[in-house]
């Protein structure tokens, strides 16, 4: 959902970032330097920043977490895009729709409702429906496709993180990787190669029509 739905590009990405780093520092007593720098290092380590800070610094107060990374503000930070609900509209008569965050569902359903296009889901699992161990962990992957009654060869996942297309990649699914600005080169990604990369959701007819 996050980076797919709307661009990367979006405050959001950076503004999240900031406020991570921020509860970081508070929560471990870091400096806001060293809190970036440690982050950096301990996350590919773990599938979220949260699942790190559970893990090697005893964080309990899930809630408090949520709160600071996604107050309800965070709104302000994406762009209504007023082509979406049409494009995703047309999508959904042709395919299900599953939204799979690792986010909790009052960010997944804030964000989904700016965006109008929270009633063409059909399903919305977040990281509590996860039991906190959401992507890259092949149940994340498994849950939402095994629930819905399909098959890992009938879904394509949709991601903009690496670390996310190698989970799915690891149970011979076919994902996408969305790449607003093009950062990443497809020769270095190694497991995270996808089935395609593209740059804007609006991009997706085209894969679709290689399947
Ligand atoms: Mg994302």
Same mark, same amino acid.
């Given at each position: 959902m996050d980076n797919t739905?709307?661009?990367?590009?979006?405050?959001i990405e950076t503004c999240m970032n900031h406020r991570m780093i921020t509860f970081i520092s508070q929560f471990t007593g870091l400096s806001y330097e060293e809190a970036k720098k440690e982050r950096l290092d301990r996350?590919?380590?773990?599938?979220t920043t949260l699942e790190w800070l559970q893990k090697e610094?005893?964080?309990?107060d899930v809630d408090s977490y949520f709160n600071f990374i996604h107050p309800?503000?965070?709104?302000?930070?994406i762009s209504y895009d007023p082509k979406l609900r049409r494009f995703l509209l047309d999508l959904s008569k042709t395919y299900h729709m599953t939204v799979l965050t690792n986010a909790p569902m009052v960010h997944a359903k804030r964000t989904l409702e700016l965006l109008d296009? &929270? !009633? $063409?889901?059909?399903g919305i699992y977040d990281i509590t429906a996860n039991n906190f161990q959401?992507?890259?962990?092949?149940k994340a992957y498994l849950k939402p496709i095994l629930e819905k009654n399909f098959t890992v060869d009938e879904t394509l996942f949709i991601d903009d993180h690496p670390k996310y297309i190698r989970g799915y990649n690891h149970l011979g699914g076919k994902s996408v990787l969305i790449d607003a600005e093009n950062l990443l080169d497809i020769e270095e990604l190694?497991?995270?190669?996808?089935y395609a990369k593209i740059t804007?959701? &609006? !991009? $997706?007819p085209t894969v679709l029509r290689t399947l």
């Open positions: 739905l709307y661009p990367s590009t979006d405050k996350l590919p380590h773990y599938g610094r005893n964080l309990t309800e503000s965070e709104t302000k930070e296009v &929270y !009633d $063409l889901f059909d959401g992507k890259p962990y092949s190694g497991e995270a190669t996808p804007s959701i &609006y !991009d $997706l």
